[in-house]
């Protein structure tokens, strides 16, 4: 597979500190593959991951590829400096293939261990632009990522917590400040997907949990310090 031609130099003197995730919505891997590649689309990703597990280097981890677009996370602008992206062929409503986890898991440690990324440091599209993006979607199996130490996950046993802290300590985790409405979606979207109806006391407790553990004066936390229970430019 060819490299694609969207990309350029990470701006100021960046370099990657998180990891964005993607679904590619298209048909197929290779239609998305074709997309990634032309110069018309101008979009990118440094990786792309068939529903075989075959993973397809498209610009190297150096460069800045084109994948995220307008967001934020802790507060930090152009992501796409900021980070390596990983696209996922998946159509935004189908499970993830097996073999395509099994193999972002193993990309996943070997980035981690070559830039430093923390657990924390994982993240979805939909996390760092909230209303704008839903991917990797509600059917991404984030809690996976966690046990294995690739992303991070609320303690099991947070208990309930107060709705009127929940923006609040939702931003202090990582996600921007956006409507209200947007912001409890794209929470939900990662932590509770199949949640319905009004911000709750347990949207708000997980919210704090995540932003004690994993929040800026956590320097991202270790992976042991929490429990598990059962379209345009994007330059």
């Keep these: 597979m060819p490299l694609s031609p969207n990309f350029g130099e990470r701006r100021g003197g960046l370099r990657p500190e998180f990891v964005v995730i993607h679904y590619t919505a298209m048909e197929s891997c290779a239609a998305a593959a074709a997309r990634l590649c032309d110069r018309e689309s101008e979009v990118s990703a440094h990786y792309l991951i068939d529903y075989d597990g075959a ?9 800045r590829a084109w994948h995220a677009g307008a967001g934020l996370w802790r507060g930090l602008e ?12 998946n159509d935004g409503f189908e499970p993830f293939a097996a073999a395509q986890m099994a193999a972002l898991e193993t990309l996943l440690a070997e980035i981690m261990v070559r830039w430093g990324i923390g657990p924390a440091g994982v993240i979805g599209h939909s996390d760092m632009a909230p209303g704008r993006k839903g991917d990797p979607g509600a059917r991404f199996d984030w809690k996976r990522l966690a046990r294995a130490g690739l992303s991070v996950w609320p303690s099991s046993a947070v208990g309930q917590g107060d ?3 929940f923006a609040g300590a939702a931003q202090r985790f990582g996600y921007p400040p956006v409507a209200d409405e947007a ?30 553990c994993f929040g800026p004066a956590s320097s991202f936390g270790p992976a042991s310090s929490f429990d598990i229970d059962q379209d345009g430019q994007e330059a």
């Design 55 to 63: 993973v397809h280097a498209l610009v190297p981890e150096e460069a």
């Design 78 to 89: 152009d992501m796409n400096s900021r980070s390596i992206g990983v696209e996922l062929a």
């Design 163 to 165: 709705p009127a802290a």
């Design 183 to 212: 912001l409890l979606a794209a929470f939900r979207l990662r932590f509770r997907p199949w949640a319905k109806g009004p911000l709750d006391a347990v949207d708000a407790a997980l919210a704090q949990d995540l932003a004690a």
